[in-house]
């Protein structure tokens, strides 16, 4: 039996009092969340020492929402992996598309920050999904299989130890989310794929991200394949947060 796992993707928001209003609202209704799932946050980097401080005493997750694929060296503005282990990280989202889209990242690069996260015993949430125009031109098995193909390649031995997260590219931010349906089919895609590179499959925990509400998130996290959710804008308000996190528990 898979657990469940809700990771909270802040994206580029927030600010110091309040994150920690934030983080004190999660902290105070974990104990409601449901023991069977995990929960995690993933902050922007600045506020990875706070977070950090604030949540090491209670049973919430954190992690970065990018990491360098470089270990160290002359890149500047970049954070490797071994900063982030510093930080305690549990997690490091890799791939998301707003990072694909605005920065130019290929599936190569992708998978190379995957390693490097792996490499310091951090577990990638590596993002796959289609847009609207993929999914209209009925590409979205082939586009979302090419992507996670380059991680699986370069992980090799290891591609069992990542959490993959599908979030189609027209669900995110535009409150059209997929149908519970729509997700779990291209979740059966997803694992298929991973059982024949691993033999592991039934054991990864494969996470559907895109306009996930409290409203929808039951729904969604009660198809075989969805393993739970990453959250974007719900995941900034404390109690849209704890609803979904209860859904999955
Ligand atoms: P929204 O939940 O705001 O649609 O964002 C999803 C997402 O991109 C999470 O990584």
Redesign the pocket.
Known sequence: MRRKLV?G?W?MHGSRPANAELLAALLAARPLMGPGGDVAVCVPFVYLGETAAQLAAGDIRWGAQDVSPHAQGAYTGEISAAMLQECGCRYA?VG???RRAYHAESDELVAAKAQAALGRGITPIV?VGETLQQRDAGETESVVKRQLSAVIHTLAHCAAEMVV?Y?PVW?????R?ATPEQAQAVHAVLRAQLQAATGHAERMCILY?????ADNAAALFAMPDIDGG??????LKAADFIAICRAAG
Request: charged residues 15%; contains cysteine; neutral net charge.
């Open positions: 990771v993707n994206k989202i998301h598309s707003e993002c997260a979030e669900a995110i931010g535009t409150g989310t991200g895109g306009s996930v509400k990453l959250i974007g804008g719900a995941s």
